[in-house]
Each structure stands twice: as structure tokens, then as C-alpha cells.
């Protein structure tokens, strides 16, 4: 009899009881606006952001409604006017082009590597090619580029970095924080990041003028001196009525929900990568699979597991599927024709004009990811990568 594996994929843990008790307070006061203050008061939201800029080591942080918000302001604050080429990876999350889209801007996608990251020869000619002044760079499923190689070139090239780190919320390049290397670093706090507030997000930069820009953008209505992890009060002077107000604003019971989360991050952080580790040793020398490699460069953070069959027909990427699937575990395949609950792929984004990428198509189509809650044991992590090995092995001898 072959096992299966009976835990649930979305299923994430509870939220920690501070978080329920700091939720509780809030609404027993009723200040859920950010800017709904008593007097002295500082509120949760002013907090949360003062306490995630220390985390991060930014100047300033501005919390917002959502991660896809935080890249779009983040995008506009920097100077992106309608119409401008924004270069981003052909293999991201839609709300990446989605931001890029919001701001009125035309995405250019650049090519990934086995690796997954930004393929960087590939930036270097689309720089040249689209004139572009701004990347918006996907972390995409936690997995870092060579920050240093790639900010030199975009340095040289006059590009601006945005980073989009939903993905990589406590990791670091050469001990430099993931969010740090560009001009603005972006995180979400939706349910199934780092960090679970439902909805949110997060904006860094050490720029005072993209901070208050952001500020202004997120809907600050002129209160701007409330925030306190943001810049002073004579750096909006220039900006603060030439720059729209685009309601995404984050709440102080969301705020209230983050902070103790935050600071248990760095033992999340250890627990997920414990349960990544075990599953990369689980299938280390599976014939036909070959596991993601991490350079030493690289402290990531891994709340999901991905993982190529290069030589796999896409049916027997399909068989795979269907397989680990009978037995409990449950593979997302980035090669299929129709997206499924998700878009991941820069053929699925219609609204951009067709662009060709072969290298990603070919990594794609033998690109398997999952889902790695912390509410899967280690020992549950040791029977999904024997699951998989086992069924890959079948198709492997088969093919
Ligand atoms: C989730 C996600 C985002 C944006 O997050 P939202 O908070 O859902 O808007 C951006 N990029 C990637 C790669 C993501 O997975």
C-alpha cells in the first residue's frame, strides 16, 4: 500500500494570541482609521511601520493596503509617468505586471534561468533595446538574483530598481536585506506571505522625496506628519498638492494583527526553511528531478518548494501531477496551456502586447511548485518528497 499524505496546502497556522489580543483592543477603542487618533496617541499603523523599517534597516516605511499597491506607488513615487517601459521577469505573480499596468505603464519582460532569477544577459539587451528607466525586479518564490551583478548593470544603465520581495520578506543577498538594494523595496501581508494580515503591504525606500510621494499617493489627506517612520514635514512641501491621492491606506486592526507577527519573523523564517531543507534533501539524486541550486550568496526564506523535471513531456508533467495528487500532494505546474487559480506566465497578462521568451517557456514547462505551510510537520515534509520522488521515479523509468 502506498502512502498518502492527508495535510492541507492552505492551511496556515493560527494567528499568535498577542495578535488576537492587540485585534481586540482595537476595536474595543474603535480607532480603526490610521488617522483616528487619540490625543498622545500613536497608533498602531505609525508603529507597525517604525518597526518594520528597524527590521529592514530603511529610513522610511509606508504600510499600505496590499502588496500589488506598494509596487504601483512605489513605481509612481519614483517618477514612472503613463506610457513609460517598465522591465520586470517573465515569470512572476499577475499583480507584478498588474502593478505595472496600474501605473500606466507598458511592461518588458525579461527572460528568467534555471535558476529562476532574472536572466541578466537578457536584462542587459532589453535595457538597450526598450530605453527603459525602471525594473521592477520579482523575487519570485523566494529565489535571488546576483544583486550585486545586477545593480551594477542597472546603475550603469541609469535604471531604477524596485524590488518586489513578496516572496522574500526577511531574506538577504550578501547579508544586505532583500528590499534593500534598489530604491524602494516592496512586501505584502497577504494571507499566504511571510507575514498574514489577510490584505497588506509594505513600501521601503531611503529616499525622502519617493517616501512622501508614496505617502501622499496612499491617501494621507494632509496629515502626513503622522507618519512617523516617514520623512519631515518640509519634504511634502514641494509635492503635496501635485501628487494624487490613491486611497490604499492600511488600518490600524490589520497594523494591530502585524506587530507581533513581525516579531516572531525571524523563527518563522527558521521554521520554514527547516521544512525546505528537509524536502531538498528528500529529493536530492531523484532521477529526473532536479532540485532549485542556491548560491551562498543567498539567505532565503522558503514558505514554498519548486522544483524541474527539464526533460519531462508535458504529459508526463500532467501524469505527475495527477499522480502526487491521488496521493495527497498537491503540485502547481507553471507549463499548462490554461492557467489554473493563478497566473504566473507573461502569455497569460493579454492586456500586454505577445512577447517572446523562450528560455522561460522552456523552464516553465517543466517547472512544478508547491505550497509549504508551517503547519506541516518536518516528518510530513520527509513523506511529500518520498511521494514525489516515488512518482516521479515511475514516470522517469516509464518515459
Ligand atoms: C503576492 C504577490 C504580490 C502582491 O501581493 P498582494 O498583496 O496580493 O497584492 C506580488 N508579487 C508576488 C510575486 C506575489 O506572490
Redesign the pocket.
Known amino acids: 500500500m502506498s502512502q498518502i499524505f492527508t495535510g492541507n496546502f492552505t492551511q496556515q497556522e493560527p494567528l499568535p494570541e498577542a495578535s488576537i489580543e492587540a485585534a481586540v483592543r482595537v476595536m474595543r477603542h474603535g480607532r480603526l482609521h490610521r488617522y483616528n487618533l487619540a490625543e498622545g496617541e500613536k497608533g498602531e499603523t505609525a508603529q507597525l511601520e517604525e518597526e518594520f523599517a528597524a527590521f529592514t534597516g530603511a529610513k522610511y516605511c509606508l504600510a499600505v493596503a ?6 504601483a506607488a512605489a513605481l509612481r513615487a519614483a517618477g514612472a509617468r503613463a506610457g513609460d517601459a517598465v522591465l520586470t521577469n517573465a515569470f ?2 499577475a ?2 505586471p498588474g ?1 505595472i499596468a496600474n501605473a500606466g505603464c507598458t511592461p518588458v519582460f525579461v527572460e528568467v534561468t534555471d535558476r529562476l532569477v532574472m536572466d541578466l544577459d537578457d536584462l542587459k539587451a532589453k535595457i538597450a533595446r526598450s530605453g527603459a528607466r525602471f525594473l521592477m525586479l ?4 523566494g529565489h535571488i538574483v546576483d544583486m550585486d551583478a545586477l545593480m551594477a548593470i542597472c546603475d550603469g544603465a541609469g535604471v531604477q530598481v524596485i524590488e ?1 520581495c ?2 522574500t520578506m526577511g531574506a538577504a543577498w550578501n547579508g544586505v536585506p532583500s528590499g534593500r538594494h534598489g530604491v524602494a523595496g ?1 512586501y ?3 494571507t ?2 511571510h507575514l498574514n494580515s489577510g ?3 509594505f513600501l521601503v525606500t531611503d529616499d525622502a522625496g519617493l517616501a512622501a510621494r508614496a505617502i501622499m499617493l496612499s491617501g494621507s489627506y494632509m496629515l502626513f506628519e503622522r507618519h512617523t517612520a516617514g520623512p519631515p514635514a518640509e519634504v511634502f512641501e514641494q509635492i503635496k498638492l501635485e501628487t494624487p491621492n490613491c486611497s490604499g491606506r492600511m488600518d490600524n486592526l490589520r497594523a494591530a494583527i502585524l506587530r507581533p507577527q513581525l516579531r516572531n519573523l525571524p523563527d518563522q523564517c527558521a521554521a520554514w526553511n527547516a521544512r525546505y531543507q528537509r524536502i531538498e534533501s528528500g529529493l536530492a539524486n531523484t532521477p529526473g528531478v532536479t532540485v532549485i541550486e542556491r548560491p551562498a550568496a543567498e539567505s532565503y526564506v522558503m514558505s514554498s518548494f519548486q522544483f524541474l523535471c527539464p526533460d519531462f513531456t508535458a504529459e508526463q508533467m500532467v501524469a505527475l501531477q495527477k499522480r502526487t495528487a491521488a496521493r495527497g500532494v498537491e503540485l502547481k505546474w507553471f507549463g499548462a496551456d490554461q492557467p489554473v487559480g493563478f497566473t504566473s506566465r507573461h502569455d497569460s497578462w493579454q492586456y500586454v502586447a505577445a512577447q517572446s521568451l523562450p528560455n522561460t517557456d522552456r523552464i516553465l514547462a517543466g517547472l512544478m511548485d508547491m505550497r509549504l505551510p508551517l503547519t506541516f510537520s518536518l516528518a510530513d515534509c520527509d513523506l511529500i518528497a518520498q511521494i514525489i520522488r516515488e512518482e516521479a521515479g515511475i514516470l522517469h523509468q516509464a518515459g
Open positions: 496590499s502588496g500589488g499597491y506598494a509596487l512572476t505573480l499583480p507584478v502593478a520579482s523575487h519570485m518564490r518586489d513578496a516572496h516592496c505584502s501581508t497577504q499566504f506571505k490584505e497588506g503591504g
